[in-house]
């Protein structure tokens, strides 16, 4: 079983920065795809960034690139998205996902597809 534990929402003017984490425990295998999904208020769920654990690929949804940026601290067993540049379009509820896929369905950035998911983080932007 696998459990993800986020941090790191608040509150922020646009132009700012939040780095969100994601604690993990019982890792399911050595080569899985983590993740950053994201939904605000009357929207579906949406994909941010994920990142397959055997290669260190990441992927980006096209919103957030350039701005944001996903890594996984292996020793610590913590996924990490920085986030600059923020707007009031990426406020929302983030989530810390996790599944054992390929890294082919790792870039699809499909929710459905995650076995684990975390709580949810609230970023909020104001202009």
């Known amino acids: 079983q696998v459990r993800l534990v986020e941090s790191g929402g608040g509150s922020v003017q646009a132009g700012g920065s939040l780095r969100l984490s994601c604690a993990a425990s019982g890792n399911p295998a050595s080569s899985y795809c983590m993740g950053w999904f994201r939904q605000a208020p009357g929207k579906e769920r949406e994909g941010v960034a994920t990142i397959y654990s055997g290669s260190g690929t990441t992927f980006y949804a096209d919103p957030v690139k350039g701005r944001f940026t996903i890594s996984l601290d292996n020793a610590k067993n913590t996924l990490y998205l920085q986030m600059n540049a923020l707007n009031p379009e990426d406020a929302a509820m983030y989530y810390c996902?996790?599944?054992?896929?390929?890294?082919?369905?790792?870039?699809?950035?499909?929710?459905?597809?995650?076995?684990?998911w975390g709580q949810g983080t609230q970023v909020t932007v104001s202009s």
């Open positions: 996902a996790a599944s054992i896929f390929t890294e082919r369905l790792c870039g699809r950035m499909r929710d459905h597809i995650f076995g684990y």
